[in-house]
């Protein structure tokens, strides 16, 4: 893996991580009231995936338990659809699927 693909796999991690440490002691229904809160997480998937779709092709074929088109789909959604963002999709997003990318990513990312 070059040095490029190891560094934005680090930024998707960092990002994911920042997205969950925001959500803590937290409720799906502050979601609704803090617009703030809304801005970071929207921000942190941003991030996470404008990261996975610079990853090149040939280090994403040899990781495909990292959901490469779904989280890059998920930014591209975010970005040109800005305006119809699904907070319970956001929630879920934050709460179930980080988690399980995290995972994954501690796996992947070559230790230093």
Known sequence: ????????LRDMLDAAL?????????????????EMLT??????IEIVGEAANQVTKETQNNYPQIPWKVIIG??????????????????????????ALITELEKVIPSE
Do not use: C, G
């Open 1 to 8: 893996m070059d040095e490029r693909d190891k560094t934005r």
């Open 18 to 34: 920042k997205a969950r440490s925001f959500i803590q002691n937290k409720t799906r229904d502050m979601l609704d009231e803090d």
């Open 39 to 44: 801005l970071a997480l929207v921000r942190a």
């Open 74 to 99: 998920m930014r591209n959604k975010l970005i040109h659809d800005y305006v119809n963002i699904d907070h319970n999709v956001l929630w879920d997003t934050v709460t179930h699927d980080l988690p």
